[in-house]
């Protein structure tokens, strides 16, 4: 074998490697949440999240996008908010682990919500579960 040939067999490793760590601790945490939390079935209509921004089915760069709104704030694309509670929701219902693992577990179940519901469900789940109400005030 070369060393050209080494190299190439190296790199090809080393990148299989670096782009397999984020898929198995994906696999990994989503098979340590006992469930999954299952979507509200809706008619079909547009898709308005509690923000009242309109909801599209988004690819995966898309899905991890920032952006800030007009008073500085850094927010989620739209429908990311409700799919955040609804992962919240239905871990805050399991046994209480640690930390790390507790985030970990919420955001691989952030991504699979994103992934296989449809927007609709998302808003509509997040809105009939009471995700959507007025944030309280301190008085």
């Known amino acids: 074998m070369t ?5 190439l ?5 080393l990148w299989a490697l670096v782009a397999g760590i984020p898929v198995l601790g994906y696999v990994v945490a989503l098979g340590m949440i006992e469930g999954r939390p299952a979507p509200v079935h809706v008619d079909a209509g547009p898709a308005v999240s509690c923000r009242n921004q309109i909801v599209t089915r ?17 927010t989620l694309a739209p429908g990311h908010e409700e799919a955040a509670w609804a992962a919240r929701r239905h871990l805050s219902q399991l046994p209480r682990t640690g930390m790390l693992r507790w985030h970990f577990q919420s955001a691989a179940l952030h991504v699979w919500i994103v992934r296989q519901w449809t927007p609709l469900q998302i808003t509509e789940t997040a809105r009939l579960g009471g995700a959507c109400r007025a944030r309280r005030s301190l008085r």
Do not use: I, Y
């Open 9 to 13: 067999v190296a790199m090809l490793l």
């Open 58 to 74: 988004m690819r995966v760069v898309d899905a991890f996008w920032v952006r800030e709104s007009e008073t500085g704030h850094v």
């Open 3 to 7: 060393a050209l040939s080494k190299a």
